[in-house]
Every structure is written in structure tokens, then in C-alpha cells.
Nanobody, 124 residues
């Protein structure tokens, strides 16, 4: 089970840090990811870390502004969002998967476990 938090209302240019805490003792064997969904749009890949945590993957629209990290000791993953823009407004979901292929990492349908989402609203 995944619990996402940290969303809120911010102004353009601000920063925000999202957290995702997992229950269970085997978090370290899961890849973790963040997706977002704006009203009327499909779920969009934001960022992911494979279980090794050595290589991060980012969506083109957030590359250079967002940073994904994980702390396996705390069974947690984070999404640091800097330089927020109005178009970053969405519900952000964390996801986890134990056997995700690299080729599937950007496809929401291939992730097995999802958190409930946390709303990020960026005003101009």
C-alpha cells in the first residue's frame, strides 16, 4: 500500500516536495515512480527510479526541474519539484512495481501498485 502526500497550492516558480510512503518490509525490491493526471488528460509519466536507485528517468516536461529519490530504510520515495509552472497542476500519483521492465517504465498500465494521489495546484 502506498500513501502519497505533500501536495498543495503554490505559486509559479515555487518548490514543493511530494512524499510516498509504502507499507511492508520489501520496499527496496520495488521500482518507484510518479505519474500525474490533469483534468481531462491521460495519466502522464513524471519520474521513476528502478530498485537500485542508481538511474532516474524523467518525463520531458519535468526534466531539469524535478528530482526523484528514495530512502529504502524509510520505505519512502520523494519527488522534489522546483520551478513549478501552471502546467504542472495535476493530481500526482506514486506507483511501485516489483518486476517492471525498463521498456515499460513510462507506461502507467504496467505499474502494479498505486497510491491515492495528492493534488498540486500551481497558480500564476
Amino acid at each position: 500500500q502506498l500513501q502519497a502526500s505533500g501536495g498543495g497550492l503554490v505559486q509559479a516558480g515555487d518548490s514543493l516536495r511530494l512524499s510516498c510512503v509504502a507499507s511492508g518490509p520489501t520496499f527496496s525490491v520495488y521500482a518507484v515512480g510518479w505519474f500525474r493526471q490533469a483534468p481531462g488528460k491521460e495519466r502522464e509519466f513524471v519520474a521513476a527510479l528502478r530498485r537500485s536507485g542508481q538511474t532516474a528517468y524523467y518525463g520531458e516536461s519535468v526534466k531539469g526541474r524535478f528530482t526523484i529519490s528514495r530512502d529504502n530504510a524509510k520505505s519512502a520515495a520523494y519527488l522534489q519539484m522546483n520551478g513549478l509552472k501552471r502546467e504542472d497542476t495535476a493530481v500526482y500519483y506514486c506507483a511501485a512495481d516489483r518486476s517492471l521492465l525498463l521498456s515499460s517504465i513510462r507506461n502507467a498500465d504496467d505499474w502494479d501498485h498505486w497510491g491515492q494521489g495528492t493534488l498540486v495546484t500551481v497558480s500564476s
